[in-house]
T-cell receptor, first 113, second 111 residues
Framework: EAGVAQSPRYKIIEKRQSVAFWCNPISGHATLYWYQQILGQGPKLLIQFQNNGVVDDSQLPKDRFSAERLKGVDSTLKIQPAKLEDSAVYLC???????????FGQGTRLTVV | AQSVTQLGSHVSVSEGALVLLRCNYSSSVPPYLFWYVQYPNQGLQLLLKYTTGATLVKGINGFEAEFKKSETSFHLTKPSAHMSDAAEYFCAVDNTDKLIFGTGTRLQVFP
């Protein structure tokens, strides 16, 4: 089966610009996660969707980050405006409803200059 | 709240030597525990997981981990390291259907 697809793989933007990342989860996976991985740290959960509803967005900086999951399938994560500290790898993952194994995409490496 | 502590941000071993990566967890309920591996510029790949049952869990690539409730540990081992094992390893605990990760351990393997 196809894995979790993310695009773009790499993105360089200037601070105060906006950027968007796209994720297509594994077919049939109801749960979708966005994680932020800063260099030298473990992934940190930003937001969790169950179908097209938000389950947990307690660690999402809502003043600049937004995410949506249209029709319970694809998802986009947006940052506007970007700050230098947003430089990180953004990982998307998906799992079956109620499942505990998450499958990860290759990530998008964002560099804010 | 659940959390994970990985002891040692870097571990270096010689090819053929034992690999031991340490992970301790904190959880108020019986935990689900995971080890993931991340190769450069790649996403995370599941190595193994513990949910219930047998406390010694075998995973891919010859890795295994033992859940020790009394020590709140879930250390990852491999009897003989291979050059291809060089990567970043993350321990994680499941917190109501979401993963909480440790800070990672970078494994270097020398010939």
């Amino acid at each position: 089966e196809a894995g979790v697809a993310q695009s773009p793989r790499y993105k360089i933007i200037e601070k105060r610009q906006s950027v968007a990342f796209w994720c297509n989860p594994i077919s049939g996976h109801a749960t979708l996660y966005w994680y932020q991985q800063i260099l030298g740290q473990g992934p940190k959960l930003l937001i969790q969707f169950q179908n097209n509803g938000v389950v947990d967005d307690s660690q999402l900086p809502k003043d600049r980050f937004s995410a949506e999951r249209l029709k319970g399938v694809d998802s986009t994560l947006k940052i506007q405006p970007a700050k230098l500290e947003d430089s990180a790898v953004y990982l998307c993952a998906s799992s079956r409803t109620g499942g505990t194994e998450a499958f990860f995409g290759q990530g998008t490496r964002l560099t804010v200059v | 709240a659940q959390s994970v502590t990985q002891l040692g941000s870097h571990v270096s071993v010689s090819e053929g030597a034992l690999v031991l990566l340490r992970c301790n967890y904190s959880s108020s309920v019986p935990p689900y525990l995971f080890w993931y591996v991340q190769y450069p510029n790649q996403g995370l790949q599941l190595l193994l997981k513990y949910t219930t049952g047998a406390t010694l869990v075998k995973g891919i690539n010859g890795f295994e981990a033992e859940f020790k409730k009394s020590e709140t540990s879930f250390h990852l081992t491999k009897p003989s390291a291979h050059m291809s094992d060089a990567a970043e390893y993350f321990c994680a605990v499941d917190n109501t259907d979401k993963l909480i990760f440790g800070t990672g351990t970078r494994l270097q393997v020398f010939p």
